[in-house]
């Protein structure tokens, strides 16, 4: 199956700082997802990218597909933007998670 | 209307009990999707419906049953669970499009049902 692999693992930020997730995957996909998970495990869908470039607020991510990786960028990190952030890949339905970046911002 | 709702919250069962997990959506998707999580671990796919027939199985114990009944439900049938069956159990859904149906897109999530088992 897909191999995805995100990094890091974990991050700690000061409250305004910027910071990027990576995700590599080892496989085309149709679909490609980054989800921020809440402490109560709601996950948030943030963006559906399986190419190009989105941007929404502070947040914006591009995936290369014909690289096989994806980045999500926070800008101006907040508080609230503490959680697990995942990226997920699919392809005829088949869904796999990387492992998730855990983000702590600090006040 | 965005929303995928899950129900219940929070349950607990003993080892011989038998209960259902529900999942709802009304976006009119035709992909439906049970996941589990356990803590500190990413969801791990269990099963999709495709146009209310059983399209994935991904090698889940007999002891989780899933069904669904209509377009807009998903159910899961749970019996005779291990202590390990302990997780959030997480319903997505999605909409499915191409000519052969399939193509599934972006994935919309419920909050979760947590199960403890006991």
């Known amino acids: 199956g897909i191999q995805v692999e995100q990094s890091p693992p974990d991050l700690i930020l000061q409250e305004g700082a910027n910071s990027t997730l990576r995700c590599n995957f080892s496989d085309s996909v149709n679909n490609l997802q980054w989800f921020h998970q809440n402490p109560w495990g709601q996950l948030i869908n943030l963006f559906y990218i399986p190419s190009g470039t989105k941007q929404n607020g502070r947040l914006s991510a591009t995936t290369v597909a014909t690289e096989r990786y994806s980045l999500l960028y926070i800008s101006s990190s907040q508080t609230t933007d503490s959680g697990v952030y995942f990226c997920?890949?699919?392809?005829?339905?088949?869904?796999?998670f990387g492992d998730g970046t855990t983000l702590t911002v600090k006040p | 209307d965005t929303e995928v709702t899950q129900t219940p919250k929070h349950l607990v069962m003993g080892m011989t009990n038998k209960k259902s997990l529900k999942c709802e959506q009304h976006m009119g998707h035709r992909a439906m999707y049970w996941y589990k999580q356990k803590a500190k671990k990413p969801p791990e796919l269990m099963f999709v419906?495709?146009?209310?027939?059983?399209?994935i199985n991904e090698s889940v114990p007999s002891r989780f049953s899933p069904e669904c009944p209509n377009s807009s439900l998903l159910n899961l049938h749970l019996h005779a669970l291990q202590p390990e069956d302990s997780a959030l159990y997480l319903c997505a859904s999605s909409q499915v499009t191409g000519t052969s149906g399939s193509s599934y897109n972006e994935q919309f999530f419920g909050p979760g049902t947590r199960l403890t088992v006991l």
């Open positions: 419906y495709s146009y209310e027939k059983l399209s």
């Open positions: 997920a890949l699919s392809n005829a339905g088949k869904s796999t």
